[in-house]
């Protein structure tokens, strides 16, 4: 599975209304491997920081040095494809994490998405046509 920001923001975020839910989703060893998306840790750290829960930015790195989470790169093509991605959903506002994000599930061949995000990713839609599963529900 793929793991957009807000659902990490959320698990790691005791105070997130959201919180059980994220935790849940990504605590359940169905989920299969957690692939985060390297762009998403930039806008992960930024809005720990600003809900001041910093500390556990230390928490979620040692859990990806564990190998809780699969880390994936942005490659030059990915980044390019992204900026298309953006270009064909301009409408839509999607931003660049979000396109990316949507990339690496299409890239890993994962139809499943740990998002909070259903506003951009309900809409879009893989080369076959088909819509993302979203979690949690």
Known sequence: MVVDTGVL??????????????????????????????????ELDHFMRKRAI????????????EGRY?????????L??????QAKYQDLRL????AVVFLTCVELGERTIATLDRRHFSVLRTPEGQALEIVPG
């Open 9 to 42: 923001l959320a698990a790691l975020d005791r105070a997130d209304p959201r919180h059980g839910p994220a935790r849940a989703v990504l605590d359940d060893p169905a989920s299969g491997h957690l692939f985060v998306p390297a762009p998403v840790l930039n």
């Open 54 to 65: 910093a500390d556990r930015w230390l928490t979620f790195c040692e859990d990806v040095e």
């Open 70 to 78: 699969l880390l994936h790169p942005l490659t030059p093509a990915s």
């Open 80 to 85: 390019l494809e992204a900026a298309r991605l």
């Open 95 to 98: 931003g660049f994490v979000d």
